[in-house]
Structure formats: C-alpha cells, structure tokens
C-alpha cells in the first residue's frame, strides 16, 4: 500500500511539474539535451567510419595527419549543423 501511495504521489507531482510553466521549461531542457546527445553521437560516428572511408578510397599514401584534419573539420561541421537544429 505504501509503494502504490508513493507511485501515485510521484506521478502526480511530476504531472503538476511539466504542466506548469517550469515544467514546460524542463521539458525544453531535456528535448535539448537529447537532440545535443544525438548530435555528440553522430561526431563520434562520424570519426570512426571517416578514415574508413579514406582507406577505402586508395588513399593510403595521404599523411595521417592531413587524414585527421579531414575528418575533424567534415564531422565538426556536421555537428554544427546538427546543433543548430537542436535549437
């Protein structure tokens, strides 16, 4: 009896949480939060698969360097676009 009392309380404080004008604030929050998550996700992707797509491409005698510098500026900018679509 005590576990549902407790559900019950918690759920009803949550509902009067989101509903209030806070809680749309929370939820904004949150919307936000997940859509960076995806996008840090996506950079990360991103940077693994990239220099597969070097090699792939007989591209082995590039320096590993230059590799890098390639694959950072293709995946931040598509971090970046992601991002502004988190907005």
Known sequence: MKKLLIFIFT???????LTSADGQDL???IKRAACEK????LYEKC???SGKAL?????????SDAKDVVKEETCQAS?????????
């Not at 090699?55 to 320096?63: L, S």
């Open 27 to 29: 939820g904004e929050r």
């Open 11 to 17: 759920t009803a404080a949550s509902l009067v949480l």
């Open 55 to 63: 090699d792939r491409e007989n591209q082995e005698d590039i320096e």
């Open 47 to 49: 940077m693994g698969t």
């Open 38 to 41: 995806a996008c840090e996700r």
């Open 79 to 87: 971090q970046e676009e992601c991002l502004k679509s988190c907005e």
